[in-house]
């Protein structure tokens, strides 16, 4: 069965800092483009980060550029999101998704394949 496992998601002051994790299988991860995509209370879907297969190359929204890093350790199968300089607009579900939008940051449900349960961040003093 394909398997995607957010972990990492906490409450969290103002400023802080989280690394969210996905632990991938059934799958073959290495050959896939991952993303981070996440949904706060009351809005829709927003499309946070992607990351290509070899070699490594990252997009973000413009709303984490700067503050978040996407990575990948293929060895493990494991996917990142180290979230730096927290706000309280972070607050949302963060789900992993397989696949890429092919023209970010325009994107679309289609543009994704196998997507994980999610995992809460919550940003609050």
């Known amino acids: 069965e394909v398997n995607l496992v957010e972990s990492g998601g906490d409450l969290v002051q103002p400023g802080g800092s989280l690394r969210l994790s996905c632990a991938a299988s059934?799958?073959?991860?290495?050959?896939?483009?991952m993303s981070w995509v996440r949904r706060a209370p009351g809005d829709g879907l927003e499309w946070v980060s992607s990351i290509t297969t070899g070699d490594k190359k990252t997009y973000y929204a413009d709303s984490v550029k700067g503050r978040f890093t996407i990575s990948r350790d293929n060895a493990k199968s494991t996917l990142y999101l180290q979230m730096n300089s927290l706000k309280t607009e972070d607050t949302a579900v963060y789900y992993c998704?397989?696949?890429?939008?092919?023209?970010?940051?325009?994107?679309?449900?289609?543009?994704?394949?196998?997507w994980g349960q999610g995992t809460q961040v919550t940003v609050s003093s």
């Open positions: 998704a397989s696949g890429a939008p092919p023209a970010p940051p325009l994107w679309s449900r289609a543009d994704f394949g196998f």
């Open positions: 059934g799958f073959t991860f290495a050959n896939d483009d």
